[in-house]
C-alpha cells in the first residue's frame, strides 16, 4: 500500500520548490515584478527555441533551425546578463532588438505570410509589453509594427524573396499549430504568473500599509505624550520660583512642594530615557549585543536608584540574586527592562507595600520575576498592557504612567530572544516575569541588528 505524505513534507517540498523558484528567477527582495517575470521568459524561451532547433531540423526547415539555435545561445546570454549581472533594462532591450531581428529574417525562410512569424511577432510585442519598462512601450509597439509592416511590404512588391521551405502540408500545418500552441502557452503563463505576482505586490502593500498605520498610531501617541507629559512638571516648575519670589513659604509647605517637584521630576526623567531609547530604536534600528551578564553587578545599581523613591512611599523593596548567577543578554536593555518594571511596582503600590525583585535559574532560561502587592490590573487590561494601546494611568499617589515604557520592555525582550508576561489579580498584586537565555546553556554569544 502506499502512503501518502504528511503535511510536514508537503510543507518541506513547498518549501524547497519556492527557494528553487527564487534562484531561478530571483526573489521579490532582489528583483521587480517585471524582472523576475523576465526570467521566467528568458527560461521559456530557451526551453521553446530547444524545441523548435529540434524541430526545424526533423522537418527539413534548416533555416530556422539555425535562428533558433542563435536563439537559444542568446537566451542563455539574456538570462545571464538579467539574473547574475542584473543589468535588466539591457537585457531586455538586446532581447527585443535580436528576437524581432531574428523573427524578421527568419520570415522570409519560413513561408512570409502564410508561414507562422507573424505569431511569433505578436507574442514577441505582448512579452516586451509586460517585463519592459513603461516608457518603453511606445517606443516596442512602434518598432515592431513597422518591422511586421515592412516585411509585408517586401513580400508583396517581391514575392520572389520569401522562400518556400516547407516540404509538404504536414510540415506547414504543423509549424502553425505548434506555433500558436506555443503562443497560447506564452499567453497562458505571463498573464498567470503576472496575476499572481500582481496580487502578492498588492498584500505586501496592504501589510505595509497596516505596518504605516501602527507607526503612526505610535507616532501620534508619542506626540501626545510630548505634549502634555513633558510640559506639565516645567509649569510646575515654573509655578514654584513664581511662589518663591512672590510668597516667602513656610519650611514646611517648602518641603512638601519640593517633594511633589521632585516626584514630578523623577517620573519625567524616566520617561524622557523610554523615550529617547525607542526613538534611537525607530532612527537607527534596534542593536542587540549579547553576552553573559552577570545579574546582581547588572542590576544591583537599578534597584539602588529606586530604594529612596520606595523608601519614601514606605514600600519595602527587596532584590534577590544569586552572586553568581549570569544570563546571555545586552546589559543595557536588561537594565532598562528591570529599571521599568520595578518602577511601575513601586509607582502602583500603596505605601507601606512590598515589591520583590527574584532571580532564579530554571533549566536553560533564566527568570525574573518583579513581583508586587499593589492594586492589580483588571483582566479587560492586560491585553494591551505590552502595546502603546495602553490608556494613561495614575499610581497610588497620582503618579502619571503611559504604557511607553512596557511597550519597549516587549520590544527589548523578544530582540534578546526573551519572553515577557504577567501574572495579576485585583487589589491583590501583579507579577512581571522576563525569560532570558541563561549563560552557557549552549547559545554562544552574537550582536544582532533589528
Known amino acids: 500500500m502506499v502512503s501518502l505524505p504528511d503535511k510536514c513534507e508537503i510543507k518541506d517540498w513547498v518549501k524547497a520548490g519556492k527557494e528553487t523558484f527564487n534562484k531561478l528567477f530571483g526573489s521579490p527582495d532582489e528583483f521587480t515584478l517585471e524582472g523576475r517575470i523576465f526570467h521566467v521568459i528568458c527560461v521559456l524561451v530557451v526551453a521553446v527555441m530547444g524545441y523548435n532547433v529540434l524541430f526545424s531540423f526533423l522537418f527539413g526547415l534548416p533555416e530556422t533551425g539555425w535562428i533558433c539555435l542563435f536563439l537559444f545561445l542568446a537566451g542563455f546570454y539574456i538570462y545571464y546578463l538579467s539574473r547574475i549581472r542584473k543589468k535588466i533594462v539591457l537585457a531586455i532591450s538586446l532581447s527585443g532588438f535580436l528576437v524581432t531581428i531574428m523573427f524578421g529574417v527568419n520570415y522570409f525562410y519560413n513561408g512570409g505570410m502564410v508561414g507562422a512569424s507573424l505569431l511569433s511577432f ?66 497562458y503563463v505571463g498573464t498567470l504568473f503576472f496575476t499572481k505576482a500582481y496580487k502578492q505586490e498588492q498584500k505586501r502593500v496592504e501589510e505595509r500599509s497596516v505596518v504605516l498605520e501602527r507607526l503612526n498610531a505610535e507616532k501620534n501617541k508619542l506626540f501626545s505624550i510630548v505634549s502634555h507629559d513633558l510640559r506639565s512638571p516645567l509649569a510646575s516648575v515654573q509655578q514654584y520660583f513664581e511662589i518663591l519670589n512672590e510668597v516667602d513659604l513656610e519650611s514646611d509647605e517648602r518641603k512638601k512642594i519640593e517633594s511633589e517637584l521632585l516626584s514630578s ?84 503600590t500603596t505605601t507601606g507595600g512590598l515589591v520583590t525583585i527574584d532571580v532564579v535559574l530554571e533549566g536553560k532560561k533564566c527568570l525574573f520575576s518583579v513581583k508586587d502587592n499593589g492594586r492589580g490590573i483588571r483582566k479587560e487590561e492586560i491585553a494591551h498592557v505590552f502595546s502603546l494601546k495602553a490608556q494613561p494611568t495614575f499610581g497610588t499617589n497620582q503618579e502619571r504612567g503611559v504604557g511607553l515604557g512596557l511597550f519597549l520592555c516587549k520590544e527589548y525582550a523578544e530582540a534578546q530572544h526573551g519572553t515577557i508576561w504577567l501574572e495579576s489579580t485585583p487589589n491583590v498584586g501583579t507579577t512581571f516575569f522576563l525569560a532570558l537565555p541563561a549563560a552557557g546553556n549552549g547559545l554562544s554569544p552574537l550582536s544582532i541588528s533589528k
Open 265 to 348: 521630576i523623577n517620573y519625567t526623567q524616566d520617561m524622557l530615557f523610554n523615550l529617547l531609547s525607542w526613538s534611537s530604536s525607530q532612527m537607527k534600528g534596534t542593536t542587540v549585543s549579547l553576552a553573559p551578564v552577570n545579574v546582581y553587578t547588572c542590576l544591583q545599581p537599578v534597584i539602588e536608584i529606586y530604594r529612596p523613591l520606595a523608601a519614601k512611599k514606605e514600600i519595602k523593596l527587596d532584590f534577590r540574586a544569586d552572586l553568581t548567577t549570569e544570563v546571555l543578554a545586552d546589559a543595557a536593555m536588561l537594565q532598562l527592562i528591570i529599571r521599568n518594571l520595578v518602577g511601575n511596582a513601586i509607582k502602583f
Open 122 to 187: 505578436t507574442i514577441t510585442l505582448f512579452l516586451l509589453l509586460i517585463v519592459g519598462p513603461a516608457r518603453h512601450a511606445v517606443f516596442w509597439t512602434v518598432f515592431n509594427a513597422v518591422v511586421v509592416i515592412g516585411l509585408m511590404a517586401v513580400e508583396y512588391f517581391y514575392p520572389n524573396s520569401i522562400v518556400e521551405s516547407y516540404p509538404d502540408r504536414l510540415a506547414h500545418t504543423i509549424d502553425l499549430a505548434s506555433t500558436y500552441l506555443i503562443n497560447v502557452f506564452f499567453l
